[in-house]
Structures are given as C-alpha cells and as structure tokens.
C-alpha cells in the first residue's frame, strides 16, 4: 500500500495553500495524491481542483462543520466525508458546493451539533456519541453489546428498517437528517500505567481504573456496571489526560487514538467492543428541506457512496494504516509506538456483555430504554436493533456487507 508522505510540507505552507485555494479544494486535491507529496505539486493539484469546483456559480453553498478533522487524520480514520463532498459536486455538476471547515475552526465533537441545528452549519461529522448531549435520541445506538461486530453495525446503517428506529426520530425530534457513517466498537485505550503490565485478557483485569466516557448516557451506565469508573472528559482534553496520568484509560475505538495523535500515549488498544464507535455526518433538515428535489435526491445518492466508501476504506485503514489487527503490520501507527492489541477472546466478551448489557442486567436501563422508546413512538429499541443486528452470520467479516438504499425500502 502506498502511504501519503506530507513530510515535505510545513504546516505554515500548507495552511497558506488552504487560504488562497480553500480547504476543501485542497482537501480534494490531497485525497487524489499518494506517496511523498511535494509542494509544489499539491499546489497545482488544489489551484486544479479549485478551478474546476469553481467553474460555474453554485444555486447553494453548504457548510460542514468536521470537529476536528483534516486532511491527515481523513486518511486514517475513513469515514467518508471526502467522497461525500467529490461526489456530490461533480452528482449536481456544481449545483452544490460544499464549504469544508475542520481543525475544530467552527465547532468541536460536542457542539457540531448545536450549531448545525441553530443554522450557524449546514452539515457536521462528529461522533453519534458526543453529539448526543444535543441530540439525545442518539443515544439509541449506544445500548451495550447490542452490536455484536463491526459488521453488523453496517447491516443496520444499511437496512430499511434503520429508518423507522434512528432516522426517522432523530429528524423529528432534533431536526437533523442522519446521512453516512463510519463503524467500529469501543473498546477501552489504556495509558501507560498498563505499558509494563501483561496484555489484559479479560474485563476483571480493569477493575477499578478511571477511563474517560463521552457524552453518551448509555455509555455511563455500562461502564459503571463494568466497575470502570467512568469520568467525563472532553474529547479535545482527553489527549492531556492520558499523558499526565489522570485517567487510566479512555472508551473510544482503534482509530480514534490513531487519528487524535494518541497512540504515543496509549499502551494497550482493549477490544471490548461494547457500544458504538460511529464517526457520523449528518445534515441539517432544514437545509435539505430548501433544496429542490433532484438535489434532494443527489444528496442521498451521495451519502449512499460514502457509506460504501467508508465500510471498504476504514476496514482496509485499520489493518494497513493504523495497525488493528493480529498479527500487527510493520510501519502502521500502533506498530510504530508501540501500541499493544488486546484482542479478546468471545468467552472474555461474553463475561463483560453479562456483567452491562440490557439483556443480562435489565434494571438499569429501564428508565433510558423506556424514555427512548416513547421518543421512537412505541418501538422496543433496543429488541428491534437487537434483532437486526443479528440478521447476518456472526462471523460475516464487515466488508462483505450488502451495501443497500436504506430509504427506499
């Protein structure tokens, strides 16, 4: 595989090709080039791109807010959104121009999506996890060990019936279209208190440590069944808190810690797998409602390729890029710092789900599964995701999902 070296780049001359050419024209540009990228060739790739985006007046520019998303950490952690933006300009032939504004330039993993609800953005990608403190309803994929894999995370972003349980309420209720997203499953990050420790093999082995939690409530309360001490930390601060020691560890997944430039901190990558790790992109319903329809349906069209596109790229990313898998590949992110996988067996797993998941331990869910089922009109969530979930064999791997048009079942 063939990695993109921007060595040769400094960020001062990088961020002087942004301003005179724009970041998404540049972010276009870099996503075509491969290997050790000169300056003066993304120089000529982005005026290129820009000259070509900019042909004709758009009917409607759309800004998107990307939390803290750039062009480097696009090429590890795959979630599509660069597809998403090249397709959907050259699907209108111009007609729509989407305005790229990452680095936390406009707003963070938590505010995203505040601000695409009041209007100040278009669109945002952030984690369905920290945006659910704005969208509570989101709160609905993160039941524990309701997803037994990564695959059958896709199978449900795919399926008809995701319609009904996640998008259809979370447009009424927040006012926000779910377009695409990135999958995997969280597992727990440790720090470097756990560098000279054997490789965990089971969730007993955590017992007690303090690990950072996002915003999610349901993420809260299975980790607090897990003995794991959940502490509220912002994901911008989370970095900080594993370098001085003051969490163990952090719920998130393997290449969130390679993107966030954690793997220098991180000893050992925990696949516990309990809940969602959805790096998603969603769009202001208002927004889409102002677009005529064949936009409308470029839009979904679009969205339907970047999910496609991250289900094969992110799969191809975490074992030639970041390095999660066993064995290890030379040269990928974890292997360089040196970043252990704990990859548990299904016996270790299946000792966690008993001790969290709704199934096995139902009291404390019942009041969040209760007030997210009322959102939903009456569906028994959890039971519904549940059952979809496991629609497909336990060991399909991910990218031999069926990609389907979700809303036209």
Not at 5 to 15: A, C, E, T, V
Not at 112 to 133: P, R, Y
Not at 182 to 196: A, K, M, V, Y
Not at 219 to 239: D, F, K, Q, S, Y
Request: proline share 4%; hydrophobic share 40%.
């Amino acid at each position: 595989m063939t990695k993109r070296d921007l060595s040769g780049i400094s960020r001062r001359d990088f961020l002087r090709i942004t301003q005179r050419f724009g970041m998404s024209s540049t972010m276009l540009a870099l996503g075509g080039l491969t290997g050790a990228v000169t300056l003066p060739q993304l120089a000529k790739a982005a005026e290129s791109t820009y000259d070509k985006r900019f042909a004709k007046e758009a009917r409607f520019t759309l800004r998107h807010g990307a939390a803290g998303f750039n062009t480097r950490n696009l090429m590890i952690e795959r979630t599509g959104i660069l597809e998403f933006i090249r397709d959907i300009e050259e699907r209108t032939d111009g007609e729509l121009r989407i305005e790229f504004i990452g680095d936390n330039q406009i707003c963070g993993q938590l505010d995203c999506v505040s601000k695409t609800q009041e209007g100040i953005v278009d669109l945002f990608s952030a984690s369905t996890q920290n945006s659910a403190g704005g969208a509570p309803y989101l709160n609905v994929l993160d039941y524990a060990y309701m997803f037994p894999s990564r695959a059958a995370q896709y199978h449900f972003f795919y399926s008809p019936e995701s319609n009904r349980i996640l998008r259809e309420p979370l447009e009424r209720m927040h006012g926000l279209k779910f377009l695409f997203t990135h999958c995997e499953l969280r597992g727990i990050q440790l720090g470097n208190s756990f560098r000279d420790k054997p490789t965990v093999t089971s969730i007993t082995e955590l017992a007690g440590t303090r690990n950072r939690v996002t915003g999610t409530q349901l993420g809260r309360i299975a980790m607090e069944l897990m003995n794991l001490n959940p502490t509220p930390i912002a994901w911008e601060e989370t970095l900080d808190g594993l370098r001085q020691g003051l969490i163990d560890g952090a719920e998130t997944w393997a290449s969130a810690v390679a993107y966030a430039n954690m793997s220098p901190v991180v000893s050992q990558s925990v696949d516990l797998r309990f809940f969602c790790g959805t790096e998603h992109t969603a769009m202001s319903a208002d927004s889409f409602d102002k677009l005529d329809g064949h936009l409308q349906d470029a839009v979904m069209e679009s969205s339907y390729l970047a999910q496609i596109a991250a289900q094969y790229a992110n799969e191809a990313a975490l074992i030639n890029t970041v390095g999660f898998s066993d064995p290890q590949m030379p040269g990928t992110i974890f292997a360089e710092h040196g970043v252990r996988n704990a990859f548990l067996t299904a016996d270790a797993r299946r000792e966690a789900e008993e001790m969290c998941s709704p199934e096995f331990v139902p009291g404390p869910w019942e009041q969040w599964r209760e007030r997210i089922n009322n959102w939903a009109g009456g569906i028994d969530t959890y039971t519904e995701i549940h059952r979809i979930a496991r629609e497909i064999p336990a060991d399909m791997l991910a990218e031999n999902v069926e990609p389907r048009r979700w809303w036209r079942g």
